[in-house]
């Protein structure tokens, strides 16, 4: 299984006041990874509360094999601590912290988005790094 993990906030939404806008290309990426058979997990430190609401809220439960709570930040992510909170660990990790990448994962480090913005592709190079690593 080759499990794909996005961060929320700020990677694959932005917020507006209460509201939320989708990232450009997010619905289309995870169709396309559902289709090539990827497991889609989303997580978010503010709980799998939040995660589920922004799948719900913008439909993509089709496209999203779970949630979860993403662990409290430390130092170095090790998979005996990722195991503690998740129960797939994952295989590539989309983010636009930092403080994820010390553990030995490939990952894509997003650009903040913070506010919405149409012209937006990172989400589609995120699509093609993933492609190229995991083809
Ligand atoms: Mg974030």
Redesign the pocket.
Known sequence: MINIFF?????LVARDGNSYHLRPHAVEILFRLKKHKYMVYIW??AGKKHADFIVDSFGLRPYVDDTFTKPPKIDNYTSDYLKKYITALPSFIV???DHLFNIDVPNFKVR?YDEPDEYDIDLLLVYKKIRKIFR
């Open positions: 961060d929320v906030d700020e990677t978010s430190r983010d636009n912290g903040s």
